[in-house]
Every structure is written in structure tokens, then in C-alpha cells.
């Protein structure tokens, strides 16, 4: 039993941090419908930044993220005035296929920049696991989803109280209706693509944290793909079980299935899952049944 809750506790911790990703996802299609192929490169190219305001420029953490949020806010802000704006009335495969050229010129641009080498971010919290429930986890990944989990009541709050947010969710419900009602649908657009950015970054930490800062951290983004089509391209609260659900099965496949097979189960379920979930149902658990498919 202590095993099972193990896989579970660390399943959820793990899927705080999916959920963090595919709010990225969910709030560039909630603005434009569009699928961002390139949200695993910004999350790369977040880490890089936040380790180079650590290392290069010396900032103190805190102090590190804010400044790696802003300046990924605005790399997401320049990316939608300087690619997508100019897309503006062609088809939407045309604007998916300039994500993901976008995705290659990140890919290429960061060893180029920053080194291919994997970098580690310094110690931010004892190594001593804590025990919950009978179970130790480690605190660094407490700590990363504590953090996963304020971003997400941040957005919450956002969406539900400020004027802009629900701007944002009256765009994603109708455009033509809000863009009648005066509500201007591109500043909404460069929004929702500051604050994909600003996710992005603190992804970018958590991750990098985690795993270390080197271009295959863009991986992270592909693996947080199957999340999103689970929960539904366009709803915040599919991000949100779809990101649970998915952490839990992967702890769960890797801890009862991977020692029959001789492991690679935890790599694998999350893609079976996309698959079925696109057979059975292809807008997800959350999503409108009016998703296009392109």
C-alpha cells in the first residue's frame, strides 16, 4: 500500500508540473486556435535565461524568475506581432506550420547561444525528503509543485475576476460577439501569448530544475501534448485533470508495469492514452465538441 501511494503522491506532483505546461497550450488555442508546437522550445529557452540571470548576471532566485518571466512575456509578445500577426486571414495549418519552424529556430538558436551541455540550477532546498502519508518524497519536487500549484491560482484569479481575463474568456467563448461588444481581439491575441511566455519560463525553472537546462529539455513539451488532447485543447480545467491524470498514470506504469517489461512503460502509456483519447473522444474530457480537426 505504501508503494501505491507512493506512485500516486509523486504522480500528482509530477502532474502539477504538466499542468503548468499545458496552460500554455490551452491559453494560445483559447486565443487563437491555434496549436503552439513551439511551447516545449520556450520552456527550454526559459531555463536558459533564468540560469543565465543566476549565473552571468548574479540575481538572487527570486528576483532571476520575475526578470526570466518578463523577458519571456515578451519574447511571446514579439513572436505573435513579428509571425503570427502577418498570418492573420490564412489558413490555420499555415500558422501551425510557423510554430513549428519557430520550434526549430529555438532549437537551434539555444546551443548556439548557451552550449549544448547539460546545466544544472543550484540547490534551492534541502535534500532531505519529507514523509507524508508514510511516503518520502523529495522536497524539491514539493517545493516545484507548491509552485505549479500558486501559478495555477494566479491564472484562476486571473480568468475569474480581472477585466482582462475574462476578456480573454469572452474571445475564446465568441470573437465576433466580443469583438463587437469593442473588445480588441489582437491586443487579447499578444496577451494570451505574454503570458504562454511568462508560463513558460517558470516552467522553464521548474523543469530545468528538475532535469537540467540543455535542448532536450524542449522534450518536456511533447510529453505534456498527450495532456492537453486528454483534457481538451481549450478548457484550463482539462489542463488541470488532464495534468493529474496523466502524472499519476505515467508513476503508475512505471512503478507496476516497467519492471514486467524491463521499463520504457512510463514513455509509452501517455502516448496510448492520446491515442485512445483522440478515438474515443477527440475534444477531450473538458472540451467543446466544436474543435476543428486540421
Same mark, same amino acid.
Given at each position: 500500500?505504501?508503494?501505491?501511494?507512493q506512485?500516486?503522491l509523486?504522480?500528482?506532483?509530477?502532474?502539477?508540473?504538466?499542468?503548468?505546461?499545458?496552460?500554455?497550450?490551452?491559453?494560445?488555442?483559447?486565443?487563437?486556435?491555434?496549436?503552439?508546437?513551439?511551447?516545449?522550445?520556450?520552456?527550454?529557452?526559459?531555463?536558459?535565461?533564468?540560469?543565465?540571470?543566476?549565473?552571468?548576471?548574479?540575481?538572487?532566485l527570486?528576483?532571476?524568475?520575475?526578470?526570466?518571466m518578463?523577458?519571456?512575456?515578451l519574447?511571446?509578445?514579439?513572436?505573435?506581432r513579428?509571425?503570427?500577426?502577418?498570418?492573420?486571414g490564412?489558413?490555420?495549418?499555415?500558422?501551425?506550420?510557423?510554430?513549428?519552424?519557430?520550434?526549430?529556430?529555438?532549437?537551434?538558436?539555444?546551443?548556439?547561444?548557451?552550449?549544448?551541455?547539460?546545466?544544472?540550477?543550484?540547490?534551492?532546498?534541502?535534500?532531505?525528503?519529507?514523509?507524508?502519508?508514510?511516503?518520502p518524497?523529495?522536497?524539491?519536487?514539493l517545493?516545484?509543485?507548491?509552485?505549479?500549484?500558486?501559478?495555477m491560482?494566479?491564472?484562476?484569479?486571473?480568468?475569474?475576476?480581472?477585466?482582462?481575463?475574462i476578456?480573454?474568456?469572452?474571445?475564446?467563448?465568441?470573437?465576433?460577439?466580443?469583438?463587437?461588444?469593442?473588445?480588441?481581439l489582437?491586443?487579447?491575441?499578444?496577451?494570451?501569448?505574454?503570458?504562454?511566455?511568462?508560463?513558460?519560463? *517558470?516552467g @522553464? /525553472?521548474?523543469?530545468?530544475r528538475?532535469? &537540467?537546462?540543455d535542448?532536450? #529539455?524542449?522534450?518536456? $513539451?511533447? %510529453?505534456?501534448?498527450?495532456?492537453?488532447?486528454?483534457?481538451?485543447?481549450?478548457?484550463i480545467?482539462?489542463a488541470?485533470?488532464g495534468?493529474? *491524470?496523466? @502524472? /499519476?498514470?505515467?508513476?503508475?506504469?512505471? &512503478?507496476?508495469?516497467?519492471? #514486467?517489461?524491463?521499463g $520504457?512503460? %512510463?514513455?509509452?502509456?501517455?502516448?496510448?492514452v492520446?491515442?485512445v483519447a483522440?478515438?474515443?473522444?477527440?475534444?477531450?474530457?473538458?472540451?467543446?465538441e466544436?474543435?476543428?480537426r486540421?
Amino acid at each position: 500500500m505504501e508503494f501505491f501511494l507512493q506512485l500516486v503522491l509523486n504522480g500528482l506532483m509530477v502532474g502539477a508540473l504538466y499542468t503548468l505546461i499545458a496552460m500554455g497550450f490551452v491559453l494560445i488555442y483559447k486565443a487563437s486556435e491555434v496549436i503552439n508546437f513551439a511551447q516545449g522550445e520556450q520552456v527550454m529557452i526559459g531555463g536558459y535565461v533564468a540560469l543565465m540571470m543566476l549565473s552571468s548576471v548574479r540575481l538572487p532566485l527570486p528576483l532571476a524568475i520575475l526578470v526570466t518571466m518578463g523577458l519571456m512575456a515578451l519574447l511571446g509578445f514579439v513572436v505573435e506581432r513579428g509571425i503570427l500577426r502577418p498570418l492573420t486571414g490564412y489558413p490555420v495549418v499555415s500558422v501551425i506550420m510557423a510554430t513549428i519552424g519557430l520550434a526549430a529556430i529555438l532549437r537551434g538558436v539555444a546551443p548556439w547561444v548557451w552550449s549544448a551541455e547539460v546545466r544544472g540550477f543550484p540547490a534551492i532546498v534541502p535534500s532531505t525528503p519529507f514523509r507524508v502519508l508514510g511516503v518520502p518524497l523529495a522536497p524539491i519536487n514539493l517545493a516545484s509543485a507548491a509552485l505549479a500549484l500558486l501559478c495555477m491560482g494566479v491564472l484562476g484569479y486571473f480568468f475569474q475576476r480581472t477585466r482582462f481575463g475574462i476578456a480573454m474568456r469572452a474571445v475564446s467563448d465568441d470573437p465576433r460577439a466580443a469583438a463587437a461588444m469593442g473588445i480588441d481581439l489582437r491586443a487579447i491575441l499578444a496577451l494570451a501569448w505574454a503570458i504562454a511566455g511568462m508560463v513558460s519560463a *517558470l516552467g @522553464g /525553472v521548474i523543469w530545468g530544475r528538475i532535469l &537540467g537546462v540543455d535542448p532536450y #529539455l524542449a522534450i518536456v $513539451g511533447l %510529453k505534456v501534448f498527450p495532456v492537453v488532447i486528454l483534457g481538451g485543447l481549450d478548457s484550463i480545467m482539462g489542463a488541470v485533470v488532464g495534468g493529474f *491524470l496523466m @502524472g /499519476v498514470l505515467e508513476n503508475l506504469a512505471a &512503478g507496476y508495469i516497467d519492471p #514486467l517489461v524491463g521499463g $520504457g512503460a %512510463k514513455d509509452v502509456v501517455p502516448f496510448m492514452v492520446l491515442i485512445v483519447a483522440l478515438m474515443v473522444r477527440p475534444y477531450g474530457l473538458f472540451g467543446r465538441e466544436i474543435i476543428e480537426r486540421v
